[in-house]
């Protein structure tokens, strides 16, 4: 069977050796998480890692726990610059539920800088734990990089693996601005989402959280929804329940909420959806909720740039052409938050 090493936890594995699988989530046949996985050899000891700075521990009190330098951690370099830092100066931050959503935000970003006429923004991606907790699982970020798209991927919380590790939400936004110098930030988990379909018992809930730190830290945040045409649940048709709670319920700060507004669809699909998405999203704003609504264009150069970028987009096993709500919605979160940049 295929199945999945993390050299930096488990060591080299070569051909023919033997080794112990975690075959829990494949037997199961979860979507994102459904991989065999290494967890050590059984023929020989893994090498120990060499000795290096650092002392923060992620996915803690695990057995493959790993020690990583922190961003913050007094030994690093950025820890003088970090150690009073207290405010994102307006620095828009873009919260999404899906990991999906990154590739099309930095799409909608970059849109609308192109059309603009100025340069693409400096982006930071602050990776939190409620999915994968290696930032190595996501082909996303990698792509993303490797395009030039992303200046870095910081891993938070028990997540890491990412271009630096931070210890809280609140550390990564404040490094992604004055370590990185990121113009945009995005905060999402990584790849894989858990729910129950119970109101409250979605890994998602964080996004509200983000909101709440990103506010906290005088940054200017932006509430990305989470909208699907194609999934065949109620809760999640038009904007899902995951974002009418998180940042319906759990976000105590205001934030900008993009809409998206489809052309005319001459089939009707995008129509319809429209109008469901601007009656769900208006318990969000005035006079029931916190935050503020703003329409933006989703139309089809928009969409043409969606198509362009450098990575697969994927969101619950569906791509642009099957669920393009999905892209766009999570891409107008990038538009908007471009207009915020000095």
């Not at 100025?118 to 939190?128: E, N, Q, S």
């Not at 210890?167 to 999402?188: D, P, Q």
């Not at 929804?225 to 998180?246: K, P």
Request: aromatic share 4%; net charge negative.
């Amino acid at each position: 069977m295929r199945a999945l090493a993390y050299p930096e936890l488990v060591g080299d594995i070569g051909v023919g050796a033997r080794v112990l699988l975690n075959v829990s989530a494949q037997a199961r046949g979860l979507g994102t998480g459904g991989y065999a996985l290494v967890v050590a050899r059984t023929d020989t000891l893994a090498t120990d890692p060499p000795a290096g700075p650092g002392h923060l521990v992620k996915a803690r009190y695990t057995p493959l726990q790993a020690m990583v330098l922190g961003v913050d951690d007094q030994e690093s370099p950025h820890h003088a610059t970090l150690r009073d830092a207290d405010d994102l100066d307006g620095l828009p931050v873009v919260v999404a539920d899906l990991h999906s959503a990154v590739p099309a935000i930095v799409a909608g970003a970059r849109h609308a800088a192109a059309r603009a006429g100025r340069p693409a923004p400096r982006v930071a991606y602050v990776m939190t734990d409620g999915g994968a907790l290696p930032a190595w699982f996501s082909r996303t970020v990698a792509g993303l990089r490797e395009a030039g798209w992303l200046e870095s991927c910081i891993t938070t919380g028990q997540s890491f693996g990412g271009d630096l590790e931070a210890v809280t939400v609140h550390t990564g936004l404040l490094t992604a601005r004055h370590v990185v110098g990121a113009e945009l930030v995005i905060v999402a988990q990584g790849p894989g989402n858990l729910g129950t379909g119970t109101r409250w018992g979605f890994s998602g809930v964080a996004a509200g959280e983000a909101v709440n730190a990103a506010a906290t830290l005088h940054g200017r945040p932006v509430a990305s929804l989470r909208v699907s045409g194609a999934d065949q649940r109620e809760r999640h048709l038009g904007v899902s329940h995951h974002s009418l709670t998180a940042y319906g319920r759990v976000a105590l700060a205001p934030a900008d909420v993009p809409v998206p507004r489809f052309d005319p669809d001459p089939h009707g699909g995008l129509d319809a959806l429209g109008h469901r998405v601007a009656d769900q999203v208006a318990s969000l704003a005035a006079p029931h909720g916190r935050h503020r609504l703003v329409d933006v264009p989703a139309d089809a150069d928009l969409l043409s740039a969606l198509a362009a970028t450098p990575v697969r987009l994927s969101t619950m096993g569906r791509g642009l052409e099957q669920d393009p709500a999905a892209f766009l919605a999570a891409a107008v979160a990038g538009v908007h938050a471009t207009t915020l940049l000095g």
